[in-house]
């Protein structure tokens, strides 16, 4: 079945930089789509980045601001996310998903479990 496991979560200094990996099975990585979103304390959860199939066409949540870089290696079945200038408003749990078609059912949504990203001083 099609898994999505998030890793690369940590604490790190406000300004500091953090990388997040996901890796996909079960499912054809090279012909979907990929993102990453964010679920902060006190808000709804959110888009951080999305990246084509191919990883021509990214857009990122306006509040990145130029400070994440989303990428892919289809290859290793690995969506990454880097992310510098890191702020404390950017703590939370940062989760890969994908929506993924499924023969039986149709399209369906998936989430990895979430890995925690603190930023603190």
């Known amino acids: 079945q099609v898994q999505l496991m998030e890793s690369g979560g940590g604490l790190v200094q406000p300004g500091g930089s953090l990388s997040l990996s996901c890796k996909g099975s079960?499912?054809?990585?090279?012909?979907?789509?990929m993102a990453w979103y964010r679920q902060v304390p006190g808000r709804e959860r959110e888009l951080v980045a999305h990246?084509?199939?191919?990883?021509?066409?990214?857009n990122y949540g306006d509040f990145v601001k130029g400070r994440f870089t989303i990428s892919r290696d289809n290859f290793k079945d690995t969506v990454y996310l880097q992310m510098t200038g890191l702020k404390p408003d950017d703590a939370g749990v940062y989760y890969c998903?994908?929506?993924?078609?499924?023969?039986?059912?149709?399209?369906?949504?998936?989430w990895g479990q979430g890995t925690q990203v603190n930023v603190s001083s």
């Open positions: 998903y994908a929506k993924v078609w499924i023969r039986t059912s149709g399209w369906n949504d998936y």
């Open positions: 079960g499912f054809v990585f090279a012909n979907y789509g």
């Open positions: 990246i084509s199939s191919n990883g021509v066409g990214i």
